[in-house]
């Protein structure tokens, strides 16, 4: 029954895909269409311009030979937004409007800019009736409005790009807190569930102590029956605050390689190097980060499918501890390094692909460290390297 949901939610993206596609060419051929007729009309303005001041200087001429009448001045100068240069046959200048003077009043970048000017809209020649060979000639550009309204529609999709942006993070972050929600319920729950069948193993191991049986075997049983209401205290844990308090990193790992070390199989051999190391220490939380090393040696002894070994090393420098959990199993495929850690990826036929995810959340969010595949090669084994800053007394 999932198939056709997950179906039809990918229908939903590709449906709103297509429409903030289409919604945004749209947006471009509208806006552009209006940019061209724009354009056009003020290429027609100026062209009345060029024509108006050709036939005013039919009657009247300055010194320059350019007419100056006061309506024509008006309708170049006062009530329009189009820059625009006027020279002679020459490149003289004659005059100019919304051109800074900085650039006027400089050669070189008076010419840039007249070239700009040609290279936006094709110059208009103002001949002079008395003399074919004495002209103006008319350099303008693109309005302010023309040139708004070209990069409007950009605007627009980058406006409406950043309001999907920042709705997809909030609906990814409600969701997000929402699953949070529901493991941290989970994990309590099942803490509560496991509380009243521990506590009568605590009984039964107490009535088997009285009677005439093995004693070691109690005694293992009593180990796993800790370690049972170790893993339970783990999951009480979730989603409560987490202090973290200097404890010894090399007795903690210990300590788990210990427990691991009398129930792996006989084919496989457990390496340990931090008790023949001094001493570091970091800020934990002893029972969550014994829950990580655990999960790394577990995932180990799966990789290792009953033959092979196992290392558990501990490395440190001036700022770190470092501890790396090594195994000579089957190895991780490069592309799938950092996918181990997401919730529910899992290459095992049993399991629900959730030990890595959350080691990493108590690593990463609890602790601040970090937890990463350092080396992985198939069919020789992989590295998984813990890294907590390192703590120094007083």
């Known amino acids: 029954m999932k198939l056709p949901q997950v179906l039809f939610s990918f229908r939903n993206r590709v449906v709103v895909i297509v429409v903030g596609v289409t919604l945004g060419a749209l947006s471009l051929i509208y806006t552009n269409d209006m940019a061209r007729r724009l354009k056009e009309k003020e290429q027609h303005d100026v062209a009345l311009w060029a024509h108006a001041m050709e036939r005013v200087n039919r009657d009247v001429q300055d010194g320059n030979g350019l007419a100056q009448d006061p309506l024509v001045e008006d309708l170049i100068s006062n009530n329009n ?43 208009r020649i103002i001949r002079f009736w008395w003399n074919p060979e004495h002209y103006h000639i008319i350099f303008y550009g693109q309005s302010g409005l023309l040139k708004s309204l070209y990069y409007f529609p950009y605007i627009q999709l980058l406006v409406i790009t950043v309001f999907i942006v920042l709705g997809f993070i909030a609906f990814r972050s409600s969701k997000h807190d929402e699953q949070n929600r529901v493991w941290i319920g989970l994990a309590k729950e099942t803490a509560h569930q496991l ?39 783990r999951f009480s844990k979730i989603g409560s605050e987490t202090p973290l308090t200097p404890a010894n990193i090399n007795e903690i790992v210990g300590g788990s390689v210990m427990y691991f070390r009398k129930r792996i199989p006989r084919n496989v051999t457990l390496d340990y190097n931090g008790l023949a190391i001094a001493p570091v220490q970091a800020n934990v939380n002893a029972a969550l980060f014994e829950w990580v090393v655990e999960n790394l040696m577990k995932n180990s002894l799966d990789a290792l499918q009953g033959h092979g070994a196992i290392s558990v090393h501990i490395s440190s420098d001036d700022k770190q501890v470092m501890i790396d959990v090594k195994d000579t199993g089957k190895g991780i495929p490069k592309n799938n390094w950092k996918r181990i850690f997401e919730p529910g990826f899992t290459t095992k036929t049993r399991g629900w692909g959730l030990g890595l995810s959350l080691s990493r959340r108590i690593i990463e969010e609890y602790h601040q460290g970090r937890i990463a595949v350092v080396d992985s090669e198939l069919g020789k084994g992989t590295t998984i390297r813990i890294t907590l800053k390192r703590y120094f007394a007083g």
């Open 81 to 123: 937004n189009i820059p625009f240069i006027i020279t002679n046959q020459n490149l003289e200048l004659i005059s100019s409007h919304l051109v800074p003077d900085r650039i006027i009043q400089h050669p070189d970048l008076l010419r840039r800019q007249i070239d700009e000017f040609t290279e936006e809209n094709t110059p």
């Open 195 to 233: 509380g009243t069948p521990t506590s009568s193993l605590l009984g039964w191991i107490e009535y088997l102590r009285s009677q005439p049986v093995d004693q070691s075997a109690v005694e293992e049983m009593n180990k796993d029956l800790t370690h049972l209401m170790k893993i339970v205290d």
